[in-house]
T-cell receptor
Framework: GAVVSQHPSWVICKSGTSVKIECRSL??????MFWYRQFPKQSLMLMAT?????????EQGVEKDKFLINHASLTLSTLTVTSAHPEDSSFYIC???????????FGPGTRLTVT | QQQVKQSPQSLIVQKGGIPIINCAYE??????FPWYQQFPGKGPALLIA?????SEKKEGRFTISFNKSAKQFSLHIMDSQPGDSATYFC????????????FGKGTTLSVSS
């Protein structure tokens, strides 16, 4: 299968600071990437769709000014959690479909803890 | 409104057993149905997927059964092993390739030795 990486794998930050998470497709180009959030023992909830060269599309209830998404190249999308608060602590996972394919490949996830 | 309903929430089987996980959907526009396996602290890994034009697909020990008229699909794991202990998610998407997935709530499987 295709490879999607994320960095960092885990991060601890203080309340009020911002954190950037990177998602890279390593062996294919991805014009679209997706960002999900997963709370403990829960399912994956779609946060936003990241489109290369254009603005991201956010799901209802997701604050676009708080979760900034930038898809600057065909292999990289970033999610920045601005002014993070403890309730933002979660497991953030990106995915990317290989071009023209229904199959989506997920990154290993980033564990964010806000203290 | 939950678009993909998954059951059971948890499942315990003995080694060699055949756990079955079920999912149901309402939106007839869904046309791609994958199953993912997730271990604690890891991202989901694609196991197997099916499209509505077939009723069954098998890959190794994993089989998807699909019932279009009932809007249901299920995952069967043959000869289950302790290493299969994980959380399994069904999902669905609609429209063109590469659209967002809608996930079920997940099933935690434990395979005892």
């Amino acid at each position: 299968g295709a490879v999607v990486s994320q960095h960092p794998s885990w991060v601890i930050c203080k309340s009020g600071t911002s954190v950037k998470i990177e998602c890279r497709s390593l062996d294919f180009q991805a014009t679209t990437m997706f960002w999900y959030r997963q709370f403990p023992k829960q399912s994956l909830m779609l946060m936003a769709t990241s489109n290369e060269g254009s603005k991201a599309t956010y799901e209802q209830g997701v604050e676009k000014d708080k979760f900034l998404i930038n898809h600057a190249s065909l292999t990289l999308s970033t999610l920045t959690v601005t002014s993070a608060h403890p309730e933002d602590s979660s497991f953030y996972i990106c995915s990317a479909p290989r071009g023209g394919s229904y199959e989506q490949y997920f990154g290993p996830g980033t564990r964010l803890t806000v203290t | 409104q939950q678009q993909v309903k998954q059951s059971p929430q948890s499942l315990i089987v003995q080694k060699g057993g055949i756990p079955i996980i079920n999912c149901a959907y309402e939106n007839t526009a869904f046309d791609y149905f994958p199953w993912y396996q997730q271990f604690p602290g890891k991202g989901p890994a694609l196991l197997i997927a099916i499209r509505p034009d077939v009723s069954e697909k098998k890959e190794g020990r994993f089989t998807i059964s699909f019932n279009k008229s009932a809007k249901q699909f299920s995952l069967h794991i043959m000869d289950s092993q302790p290493g299969d202990s994980a959380t399994y998610f069904c999902a669905a998407s609609k429209g063109q390739a590469g659209t967002a997935l809608i996930f079920g709530k997940g099933t935690t499987l434990s395979v005892s030795s």
